[in-house]
Protein backbone atom coordinates (compact mmCIF):
# COMPACT_ATOMS: atom_id res chain seq x y z
CA UNK A 1 0.00 0.00 0.00
CA UNK A 2 1.28 3.76 -0.94
CA UNK A 3 0.20 6.09 1.23
CA UNK A 4 1.13 10.10 1.38
CA UNK A 5 1.68 11.48 4.28
CA UNK A 6 2.09 15.62 4.28
CA UNK A 7 3.82 16.90 7.40
CA UNK A 8 1.66 19.70 8.84
CA UNK A 9 4.50 21.29 10.00
CA UNK A 10 5.11 23.21 7.26
CA UNK A 11 1.14 24.42 7.22
CA UNK A 12 -0.17 27.49 7.91
CA UNK A 13 -0.79 27.46 11.54
CA UNK A 14 -3.12 30.06 11.54
CA UNK A 15 -5.33 28.12 9.39
CA UNK A 16 -4.32 24.97 10.49
CA UNK A 17 -7.99 23.65 10.14
CA UNK A 18 -8.69 24.66 6.74
CA UNK A 19 -5.20 23.09 5.47
CA UNK A 20 -6.24 19.82 7.11
CA UNK A 21 -9.98 19.89 5.47
CA UNK A 22 -7.57 20.73 1.83
CA UNK A 23 -5.38 17.34 2.30
CA UNK A 24 -7.95 14.92 3.21
CA UNK A 25 -10.30 16.34 0.49
CA UNK A 26 -7.30 16.08 -2.35
CA UNK A 27 -6.76 12.70 -0.86
CA UNK A 28 -3.99 12.22 0.82
CA UNK A 29 -3.75 9.29 3.27
CA UNK A 30 -2.54 9.73 6.11
CA UNK A 31 -1.80 13.42 8.18
CA UNK A 32 1.98 13.33 9.62
CA UNK A 33 2.40 14.54 12.85
CA UNK A 34 5.72 16.30 13.93
CA UNK A 35 6.55 16.34 17.42
CA UNK A 36 9.57 17.89 19.21
CA UNK A 37 10.86 18.16 22.55
CA UNK A 38 13.71 20.88 21.86
CA UNK A 39 15.93 18.35 24.04
CA UNK A 40 15.96 15.20 21.09
CA UNK A 41 16.05 17.85 18.56
CA UNK A 42 16.73 21.38 18.42
CA UNK A 43 13.69 22.85 17.66
CA UNK A 44 9.79 22.71 19.62
CA UNK A 45 6.58 21.95 17.71
CA UNK A 46 3.56 21.40 19.43
CA UNK A 47 1.90 18.61 21.37
CA UNK A 48 -1.92 16.77 23.17
CA UNK A 49 -4.18 20.01 22.67
CA UNK A 50 -3.36 20.66 18.74
CA UNK A 51 -3.63 17.05 18.02
CA UNK A 52 -7.34 17.18 20.29
CA UNK A 53 -8.22 20.00 18.51
CA UNK A 54 -7.70 18.73 14.87
CA UNK A 55 -8.41 14.86 15.77
CA UNK A 56 -12.42 15.81 15.00
CA UNK A 57 -11.49 17.37 11.33
CA UNK A 58 -10.77 14.22 9.66
CA UNK A 59 -11.05 10.49 9.64
CA UNK A 60 -7.43 10.20 8.27
CA UNK A 61 -4.76 8.22 9.64
CA UNK A 62 -3.09 10.45 12.57
CA UNK A 63 0.74 9.67 11.63
CA UNK A 64 2.79 10.96 14.90
CA UNK A 65 6.55 10.84 14.47
CA UNK A 66 7.54 11.57 18.56
CA UNK A 67 10.98 13.23 18.15
CA UNK A 68 10.94 13.53 21.96
CA UNK A 69 13.75 12.11 24.47
CA UNK A 70 11.95 8.73 26.17
CA UNK A 71 8.63 9.11 24.48
CA UNK A 72 7.36 5.86 26.48
CA UNK A 73 6.11 8.60 28.95
CA UNK A 74 3.80 10.03 26.65
CA UNK A 75 2.39 7.13 24.82
CA UNK A 76 -1.22 6.79 26.68
CA UNK A 77 -1.15 10.18 26.21
CA UNK A 78 -0.71 10.46 22.41
CA UNK A 79 -3.44 7.59 21.96
CA UNK A 80 -5.66 9.48 23.96
CA UNK A 81 -5.43 12.12 22.00
CA UNK A 82 -6.21 10.35 18.82
CA UNK A 83 -3.26 9.02 17.40
CA UNK A 84 -3.49 6.01 15.10
CA UNK A 85 0.22 5.21 14.50
CA UNK A 86 3.13 6.05 17.10
CA UNK A 87 6.28 6.00 15.82
CA UNK A 88 9.31 6.57 18.12
CA UNK A 89 13.04 7.21 17.92
CA UNK A 90 15.39 4.22 17.88
CA UNK A 91 18.40 6.80 19.47
CA UNK A 92 15.50 8.36 21.83
CA UNK A 93 14.16 4.96 23.89
CA UNK A 94 16.30 3.42 26.71
CA UNK A 95 14.07 0.46 26.21
CA UNK A 96 12.89 0.57 22.22
CA UNK A 97 11.20 -3.16 23.47
CA UNK A 98 9.03 -1.90 25.85
CA UNK A 99 8.18 0.87 24.48
CA UNK A 100 6.52 -0.67 21.50
CA UNK A 101 4.75 -2.79 23.72
CA UNK A 102 3.32 -0.19 25.25
CA UNK A 103 2.49 1.36 21.82
CA UNK A 104 0.70 -1.71 21.31
CA UNK A 105 -1.03 -2.20 23.99
CA UNK A 106 -3.31 0.78 22.66
CA UNK A 107 -4.17 -1.61 19.90
CA UNK A 108 -2.71 1.33 17.56
CA UNK A 109 0.10 0.69 14.58
CA UNK A 110 3.65 1.15 15.98
CA UNK A 111 6.60 2.67 14.47
CA UNK A 112 10.35 2.77 15.15
CA UNK A 113 12.48 6.07 13.65
CA UNK A 114 15.77 6.07 12.35
CA UNK A 115 17.99 9.23 12.00
CA UNK A 116 19.78 9.17 9.11
CA UNK A 117 23.21 8.33 10.47
CA UNK A 118 22.07 5.57 12.35
CA UNK A 119 22.72 2.34 11.23
CA UNK A 120 19.86 0.01 10.11
CA UNK A 121 20.85 -2.78 12.70
CA UNK A 122 19.07 -0.78 15.45
CA UNK A 123 16.03 -2.15 14.07
CA UNK A 124 17.02 -5.19 13.14
CA UNK A 125 15.82 -7.73 16.35
CA UNK A 126 12.69 -5.30 16.67
CA UNK A 127 11.17 -5.45 13.00
CA UNK A 128 8.87 -8.33 13.38
CA UNK A 129 7.07 -6.21 16.33
CA UNK A 130 6.68 -2.69 14.36
CA UNK A 131 4.40 -2.02 11.64
CA UNK A 132 6.38 0.79 10.49
CA UNK A 133 10.02 1.83 10.01
CA UNK A 134 10.77 5.47 9.48
CA UNK A 135 14.01 6.58 7.50
CA UNK A 136 14.91 10.03 8.44
CA UNK A 137 16.18 11.37 5.04
CA UNK A 138 17.75 15.04 6.83
CA UNK A 139 18.39 15.71 10.37
CA UNK A 140 15.66 16.13 12.33
CA UNK A 141 13.94 19.19 14.01
CA UNK A 142 13.33 21.28 10.58
CA UNK A 143 11.39 21.31 7.31
CA UNK A 144 12.14 22.65 4.13
CA UNK A 145 15.80 20.87 4.35
CA UNK A 146 17.40 18.79 1.48
CA UNK A 147 17.20 15.18 1.04
CA UNK A 148 20.32 13.21 2.07
CA UNK A 149 21.71 11.04 -0.69
CA UNK A 150 22.99 8.48 1.20
CA UNK A 151 19.95 7.50 2.41
CA UNK A 152 18.66 5.81 -0.73
CA UNK A 153 20.75 2.99 -0.62
CA UNK A 154 19.94 2.93 2.99
CA UNK A 155 15.92 2.48 2.24
CA UNK A 156 16.96 -0.13 -0.36
CA UNK A 157 18.90 -2.41 2.72
CA UNK A 158 16.64 -1.92 4.99
CA UNK A 159 13.66 -3.54 1.90
CA UNK A 160 16.26 -6.23 1.74
CA UNK A 161 16.31 -6.58 5.07
CA UNK A 162 12.68 -6.96 5.72
CA UNK A 163 11.80 -9.40 2.90
CA UNK A 164 14.47 -10.97 4.17
CA UNK A 165 12.65 -11.82 7.65
CA UNK A 166 9.18 -12.60 5.69
CA UNK A 167 7.98 -9.27 6.45
CA UNK A 168 5.62 -6.33 5.08
CA UNK A 169 6.81 -3.49 6.92
CA UNK A 170 6.17 -0.02 5.84
CA UNK A 171 8.87 2.05 4.66
CA UNK A 172 8.61 5.35 5.52
CA UNK A 173 10.87 8.19 4.70
CA UNK A 174 10.63 11.32 5.57
CA UNK A 175 12.64 15.12 5.19
CA UNK A 176 13.67 16.21 1.77
CA UNK A 177 10.83 14.32 -0.55
CA UNK A 178 9.64 16.46 -3.13
CA UNK A 179 7.76 15.61 -6.64
CA UNK A 180 11.64 15.39 -8.59
CA UNK A 181 12.65 12.88 -5.89
CA UNK A 182 9.35 10.73 -4.66
CA UNK A 183 9.77 8.25 -7.73
CA UNK A 184 13.16 7.55 -6.45
CA UNK A 185 12.78 6.96 -2.91
CA UNK A 186 9.61 4.36 -4.08
CA UNK A 187 11.83 2.78 -6.39
CA UNK A 188 14.15 1.66 -3.65
CA UNK A 189 11.77 0.67 -1.57
CA UNK A 190 9.77 3.51 0.59
CA UNK A 191 6.02 3.13 0.47
CA UNK A 192 4.76 5.70 2.90
CA UNK A 193 6.05 9.13 1.94
CA UNK A 194 6.06 12.32 4.29
CA UNK A 195 5.99 15.38 2.84
CA UNK A 196 6.05 18.99 4.29
CA UNK A 197 7.05 21.94 2.16
CA UNK A 198 6.44 20.36 -0.83
CA UNK A 199 3.02 19.97 0.13
CA UNK A 200 2.50 23.10 2.35
CA UNK A 201 4.41 25.70 0.09
CA UNK A 202 2.04 26.84 -3.21
CA UNK A 203 -1.14 25.46 -4.09
CA UNK A 204 -1.85 22.56 -1.57
CA UNK A 205 -4.25 20.76 -2.94
CA UNK A 206 -2.59 20.57 -6.72
CA UNK A 207 0.48 19.18 -4.28
CA UNK A 208 -1.32 16.66 -3.31
CA UNK A 209 -2.92 15.41 -6.62
CA UNK A 210 0.44 15.86 -8.50
CA UNK A 211 2.17 13.71 -5.69
CA UNK A 212 -0.33 10.90 -5.67
CA UNK A 213 -0.62 10.92 -9.79
CA UNK A 214 3.34 10.50 -9.39
CA UNK A 215 2.84 7.52 -6.60
CA UNK A 216 0.33 5.18 -8.21
C1 LIG B 1 11.63 16.85 10.28
C2 LIG B 1 10.23 16.26 10.31
C3 LIG B 1 9.64 16.16 8.98
C4 LIG B 1 9.51 17.48 8.26
C5 LIG B 1 9.56 17.20 6.79
O1 LIG B 1 12.19 16.78 11.54
O2 LIG B 1 10.23 14.98 10.89
O3 LIG B 1 8.40 15.47 9.01
O4 LIG B 1 8.35 18.16 8.57
O5 LIG B 1 9.55 18.41 6.11
P1 LIG B 1 10.08 18.54 4.63
O6 LIG B 1 9.25 17.62 3.78
O7 LIG B 1 9.89 19.98 4.32
O8 LIG B 1 11.53 18.12 4.65
ZN1 LIG C 1 8.35 13.70 10.66
Redesign the pocket.
Known amino acids: MKCLSP ?1 I ?2 ADFANLGEQIRVIDEAGADYV ?1 I ?1 V ?1 DGCF ?1 P ?1 ISFAFPVLKAIRPLTERIFDV ?1 L ?1 IEEPIRYIDEFAAAGADIITVHAEACKHLDRTIEVIKEHDILAGVALNPATPLEAVEYILPKVDMVLL ?10 S ?1 ISYCTEKVRKLKEMIERQGLKTDIQV ?5 LDNVEMVMDAGANII ?6 FKGDVAQNVQDFLTLMK
Open positions: SLSHDMVNHMMTVNPGFGGQYDGGINVAGSAV
